[in-house]
C-alpha cells in the first residue's frame, strides 16, 4: 500500500490550498483518514481526521480547514483556507488500511510542504 499527497505550495497569508492524498495497492477497506503536519523544530501534529464521515480537527484548524474523504478513490482531502504563517510545515497523510477482512496498518504518505508567506 503507497499514500501518494500532493497540493503543497506556497501561498500568501489568507490565501488557499487544497491537499489531496491517495491510496494504491492491496486496500481491502480503509478506516481513520488524516492530515498530520510537522514545523521546522517542532514534534509532528495532528490537524485533521475523519472516521466514517464523522470530521474531527485541532483547536489550531478549526473552522479554516475542511477534511473530506472518497472511498471510492481511496483518497482524503484537506481544504485549507484563510491559512496563517504558522501554518508552515510538512504536511503528512495517514491512513489505517485494512488490507484484508482481519488486518489493517497504518500508512504514512510522503510530506508535501505548505509555506505561508508574503
Known amino acids: 500500500v503507497q499514500l501518494q499527497a500532493s497540493g503543497g505550495g506556497l501561498v500568501q497569508p489568507g490565501g488557499s490550498l487544497r491537499l489531496s492524498c491517495a491510496g494504491s495497492?492491496?486496500?481491502?477497506?480503509?478506516?481513520?483518514m488524516g492530515w498530520y503536519r510537522q514545523a521546522p523544530g517542532k514534534q509532528r501534529e495532528s490537524v485533521a481526521g475523519?472516521?466514517?464521515?464523522?470530521?474531527y480537527y485541532s483547536d489550531s484548524v478549526q473552522g479554516r480547514f475542511t477534511i473530506s474523504r472518497d472511498n471510492a478513490r481511496n483518497a482524503v482531502f484537506l481544504q485549507m483556507n484563510s491559512l496563517k504563517p504558522e501554518d508552515t510545515a510538512v504536511y503528512y497523510c495517514?491512513?489505517?488500511?485494512?488490507?484484508?477482512?482481519?488486518?489493517?496498518?497504518?500508512?504514512w504518505g510522503q510530506g508535501t510542504l505548505v509555506t505561508v508567506s508574503s
Open positions: 495517514r491512513m489505517v488500511v485494512a488490507e484484508s477482512s482481519s488486518s489493517n496498518a497504518v500508512y
Open positions: 495497492g492491496s486496500i481491502y477497506s480503509i478506516g481513520v
Open positions: 475523519v472516521v466514517d464521515d464523522s470530521p
